[in-house]
């Protein structure tokens, strides 16, 4: 356990001094170094546990589906409706982005550890926390549900999204019209 804190605070102190250099040369938020994405990665994949967690749901339709819709309210805002981040404008521009919930290496985590990561959130990124929000249950879902992702961009963009561009082009329109009504 203090074993565990030591390396993690080493860890820390790392990510600081790597950082250094880079607020000294002004870098930009959304653009963290090669050295510092491996920094970040390496400190989270420290603190993720859950690894001897088993999930008490049952494979089944019913509970994927059940699971999709929760994923829907709650995750496709960053995720995209299909875990792929499919038409959410800022996926890339988050530091770290979006994870797409397809690679492999979220694949290769276990159901626990994925469960955990739910529920925690993961510090230092935008990944928030779900206790409190979502029950076990819910959670597990989730997790089935994570397991038989959609095809990529099959589910379109979220339906916010899709809004948000409509209404963006027609108040762009709009504008350009009483703009030329000015003239
Ligand atoms: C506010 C945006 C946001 C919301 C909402 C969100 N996430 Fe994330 N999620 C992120 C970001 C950013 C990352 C990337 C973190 C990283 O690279 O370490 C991420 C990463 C993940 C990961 C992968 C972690 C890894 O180590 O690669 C999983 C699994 C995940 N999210 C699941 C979910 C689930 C399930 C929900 C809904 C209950 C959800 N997320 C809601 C932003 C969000």
Redesign the pocket.
Known sequence: MSCNRTRHIHTVILVITASVPCLLAGCSAQAPGRAETALVDGL?RQTIGGNHWVNPIPDTADNIKIGQEH?EH??A???GLDGHNTGVPFATK?S????D?GER??QGYNDGQ?KW??QNG?RY????S?SGI?DDGEMWR?VRF?RHLPRRGSLGAPPMYRQAVNQHHAAESGAASAEKKAE
Do not use: E, R, S, Y
Request: glycine share 4%; aromatic share 8%.
């Open positions: 989270k994923f709650h995750c805002v960053c995720h988050m770290p982005p979006v994870a919930l290496d979220v994925l990561i739910v993961l990124t935008g990944m928030p779900w979502l989730i994570m």
